[in-house]
């Protein structure tokens, strides 16, 4: 049995397909809207309350689980704490100051300290991590290639717990920094300015990221995003990645002139 940590986005119901067909499995349900309500083997619960997550856990004799999704930074007016909650809470109010990553380490170091594993959170979906490799038509230019640079500089100078998995640039500069509100928000900052494409995403692990969990997430809709920011291209690290929609945004890149790289 392995315990399913889930937070908000679509990886967690990609994971979810896969591991109904073959594995046994209990969904920690952490979101805001209750997502995976309807699914039998799923339970709703605060992040505050650990005790009673870590009771569910070991009474289904889960002694591993798989964190996906994005966690929310806790909110201490609403948030409902048990009494492992209120021990535990402290350290991860203090690790939210340093960013999601360091929330997400502290959590994984709870549950180590109860004997439970985290297991990479793409164990049972290795396919959709992309290797190197050019996956469109279009491939960077001497341009874009410069952008590229200026944007993994730019990640590489982050704090060591920083949100920051993505940055933009286009042309040698950089235009925005992904934050807490995630790469959505980010790519919403950025005004088209021409009508051809330019400018590129880049979005790699955070620095001293715990690469079971949290990796870098991409898919069709963060394509759309791009082309309407006026963007050219994505660009992804070495498995580590996660890329959802595949076919179909290497289908939608090269209809609209775009490129996807993975370095």
């Known amino acids: 049995m392995i315990g399913l940590i889930f937070g908000e986005t679509e990886f967690p119901k990609y994971i979810l397909k896969k591991i109904k067909k073959k594995h046994k499995y209990l969904i920690i349900d952490l979101t805001k809207k209750k997502i995976f309500k309807k699914d039998k083997n799923s339970v709703s619960v605060s992040i505050g309350q650990f005790g009673k997550i870590l009771s569910i856990l070991k009474s289904r004799n889960c002694k591993k689980v798989l964190f ?18 209120i021990y535990y809470m402290p350290k991860i109010i203090k690790s939210s100051k340093l960013g999601d990553a360091a ?69 040698y500069k950089i235009l925005a920094i992904e934050g807490s509100g995630g790469t959505q928000k980010m790519i919403k ?25 949290d990796l870098p997430t991409v898919g069709l809709e963060t394509l759309k995003q791009c082309k309407m920011a006026g963007l050219k291209g994505i660009v992804l690290k070495h498995k580590l990645n996660i890329f959802l929609n595949q076919s179909q945004s290497v289908q939608y890149a090269n209809r609209n002139k775009m490129f996807i790289l993975i370095k």
Do not use: H
């Not at 999704?69 to 492992?84: E, F, M, Q």
């Open 68 to 85: 996906a999704g994005r966690v929310a930074k806790p909110n201490l007016k609403s948030i409902k704490l048990d009494l492992k909650g």
């Open 103 to 171: 929330i997400l380490k502290q959590i994984i170091n709870i549950l180590k300290r109860e004997k439970i594993q985290t297991v990479s959170s793409n164990k049972f979906t290795p396919e959709i991590s992309l290797p190197k490799g050019n996956y469109t038509k279009i491939k960077p230019n001497t341009s874009d290639k410069k952008d590229i640079l200026c944007g993994q500089k730019a990640l590489r100078k982050s704090g060591n717990f920083s949100f920051s998995q993505g940055a933009i640039c286009r042309n």
């Open 189 to 213: 900052k950025v005004k088209k300015i021409t009508k051809f494409p330019n400018g590129v995403l880049i979005k790699f692990p955070k620095k001293r990221q715990d690469l079971r969990v």
